[in-house]
Nanobody
Framework: QVQLVESGGGLVQAGDSLRLSCVNT????????MGWFRQTPGKEREFVAA????????YYADSVKGRFTISRDNAKNTVYLQGNSLKPEDTAVYYC?????????????????WGQGTQVTVSS
């Protein structure tokens, strides 16, 4: 079973950096990929980044490429999303998700488990 808990959200100014964390507090012996999505009120959830189990392969949305970095520490069952040069349009609730087929996917329905979300607000 996978249970995901995000942390690290908050209020920052444009140009600042922020690191989100997502811990799997459950137990699983399967290799799984992880993704980050974000959502603003009235809009659909948007893909941000994904990483496979080994950490050797990553995938980013064009809107964050070059500013965000996804990484993971399997010994700590944790995946990170480092956001630099943050913009007001990065404001959203950020969710982490686990894909038990270890796929690098950018669609919601390919992910099996979700965290509760953490709010990131970037002021101008």
């Amino acid at each position: 079973q996978v249970q995901l808990v995000e942390s690290g959200g908050g209020l920052v100014q444009a140009g600042d950096s922020l690191r989100l964390s997502c811990v799997n507090t459950g137990r699983t012996f399967r290799a799984y990929s992880m993704g980050w999505f974000r959502q603003t009120p009235g809009k659909e959830r948007e893909f941000v980044a994904a990483i496979n189990y080994s950490g050797r392969n990553t995938y980013y949305a064009d809107s964050v490429k070059g500013r965000f970095t996804i990484s993971r520490d399997n010994a700590k069952n944790t995946v990170y999303l480092q956001g630099n040069s943050l913009k007001p349009e990065d404001t959203a609730v950020y969710y982490c998700a686990a894909n038990m087929a270890n796929l690098l996917a950018d669609t919601e329905d390919t992910y099996d488990y979700w965290g509760q979300g953490t709010q990131v607000t970037v002021s101008s």
